[in-house]
């Protein structure tokens, strides 16, 4: 699937640069190092307390998900017994010694972090997270009460003995291992989970305005004598279990409901993954915890001693505590303003006719520096309009009680038909994405499961429009998803066009997910699977012809990732030709720059502050002309050829200006939040300009640029 007005510069293949495994980090060790960026969030006085709470439990709900899909891919190569090394020279049991490594490491700094100071400074500040002993004999009583009334019928001990085997321990569960009173000859010991329901701390009743509060644990572990009357226990040790959660669909036939029964299967079978970590407190003595591992059929490089709390992603509970003084100062994104004409004042979005709007020129919306209200405001005038007779969408994360789903059950009539693809592959919102497609067809909208053997993760929405030339087609194409929740913290990018090539692209596009169309020529859009690759790779050899034949090369690259061994290899080509070129990279970056001879003039930075970023940006100087496109896709062998990824060009020379000169700038400018990738694979803080007055913090600048 290739644009059009991108050609290959030579008809022939040209030999591909060969580049060194040395000159490829490794993955999963990049994706270690951007989590270690993420505690050290955790552990930034100048960030106020709730918010390195925050990123404390950020850290542990990575850490969880990595362990599900990534170690357990690894443990699986482990397992079956391949030696062969990677593409950067690093075989599956030495990647696996060394995650073991740097994750306990991780997980030490984290305890150390929470345990030594965090911990303090909340009970400084008013919320004490305080052991059962240091309770006083009323609180210990309310706490009693509250345990027998909504937490003890929750609970189910299951005893383990030689007549009851080691029961199933769910993934992602906290559980507590009770050993109770038995002869040397047979011990006695029982596991009771703590439930997921229940808040994991438990607030207790305070003589002052203190926040006083207690781990669930804690307080089950306290009273787990109710559960084993008769019994003399002995001690109870928490531990926390991760699974194999990464599910594989194979090829299944073009009817959408065997997809959707599939997965459904397949969800039903997660919980039953194979072990990839066991955590446990290193309260727990070695031979128990042997013990446990092999219970759990779980091997001794599974087992990780944490000194201190474990499934730390709860923190996220007391985020939500009442402490604006502990907290950011919450973003109030700014309104879209725009033109109906080109006469007209700037109006609201609100207020706007939306499509004499878009009619009048491209716009551009950046979240959550402005708000995602504009996106559900103009479904919200598409759904109502009486002119419009179709409206298409792909949703892949939608979150809970999406304000999306009305509005497109609420468009669905007799005169306007309205199509949905919803990507039940969406890993870990796949339920969710489920329950909401049942809904969307029971209200009688035609809903796509996606495409068998790719995920789509394209971000589009079509609404065609009868005018009285004749059908004219809107668009929005966007960097993220069409999520209300998580575009107040996620940076993206959308754009509203009614561009007639780009429209066109996007109809063939909805033709190819909801039918058999086997489209491969678009005339502006960069789509996966087929030639994206091909297209990125094509406009970077452009920039480096352009520089050879007159100078300036330019190549300025924002994404989640860079993985793809292809576009890599077309950087480094770049760089040894002198085209100057900045990658933005939040997360895995497998491209080593700096290296003599190989990427002197690449730099790679990696901004992770108060937003995440998320958006994809793509720009070639081309000259002076400039190239820009903006999109959903990462340059990852996952998006380029198992998704349904589109690039959108950017052709007002008035936004690309804005993007290019001013937005992406800005995070060139950043010393708060960016640190810099060596060639050795570390990273380390960027350092203020010689001169600089204060330091530059992108996200905080931001935050005043919409501002009129």
Known sequence: MSGTTIKPLHEDETPRLFVPPELLINRELSWLAFNERVLQLADNASIPLLEQVKFLAIFSANLDEFFMIRVANVRRKTKAGITEAGADGIPPQTLAVSIRSITQRLLDTQAAILGARIMSELKQAGIEIVAMTDLNPGQRQALSELFVHDIFPVLTPQAIDRGRRFPHVSNQSLNLLVVLDGSESERRYARVKVPAVLNRFVSVPAEDDRTVLVWLEDLVASEIGALFPGNVIQAVYPFHVNRDSDIELDDLDDDGSDLLNEMERQLSQRTFGAITQLLVDQSMPEDLSAWLVEQLHASERDLYVVPGRLALESLAELTRLDRPDLKDPPLIPAPLFVRESASDEPVDWADADVFTAIRNGDILIHHPYQSFGAVTRFLVAASRDPNVVAIKQTLYRLGKESPIIPLLVEARDDDTQVAVLMEVKARFDEENNIALAHELETAGVHVNYGLPGLKTHCKALLVVRREPEGLRRYVHLGTGNYNAATARVYEDYGLFTAREDIAADVSELFNVLT??????????????????????????????????????????????????????????????????????????????????????????????????????????????????????????????????????????????????????????????????????????????????????????????????
């Open 515 to 708: 039918g058999y169309s086997r489209q491969e020529l678009y005339r502006s859009l960069l789509v996966a699977p087929l030639d994206l690759r091909a297209d990125v790779i094509t406009l970077i050899e452009r920039e480096v012809d352009t520089h050879l034949a007159q100078g300036g090369g330019r190549i300025i690259l924002k994404m989640n990732s860079l993985v793809d061994r292809d576009v890599i290899r077309a950087l480094y080509a770049a760089s040894m030709a002198g085209v100057e070129i900045d990658l933005i990279v939040r997360g895995i970056c497998c491209l080593r720059p700096g290296v003599p001879s190989w990427s002197e003039t690449i730099r790679v930075r990696s901004i992770v502050g108060r937003f995440l970023e998320h958006s994809r940006v793509y720009y070639f100087g081309h000259g002076g002309e400039g190239f820009l496109y903006l999109g959903s896709a990462d340059m990852m062998e996952r998006n380029l050829d198992r998704r349904v990824e589109v690039l959108f060009p950017v052709n007002d020379p008035d936004l690309r200006a804005e993007v290019v000169g001013q937005l992406v700038s800005g995070y060139l400018r950043d010393d708060v939040n960016a640190q810099e990738l060596h060639a050795d694979g570390t990273y380390h803080r960027v350092q203020p300009q010689p001169g600089a007055t204060e330091p530059f913090d992108v996200h905080r600048w931001l935050a005043t640029v919409y501002r009129r």
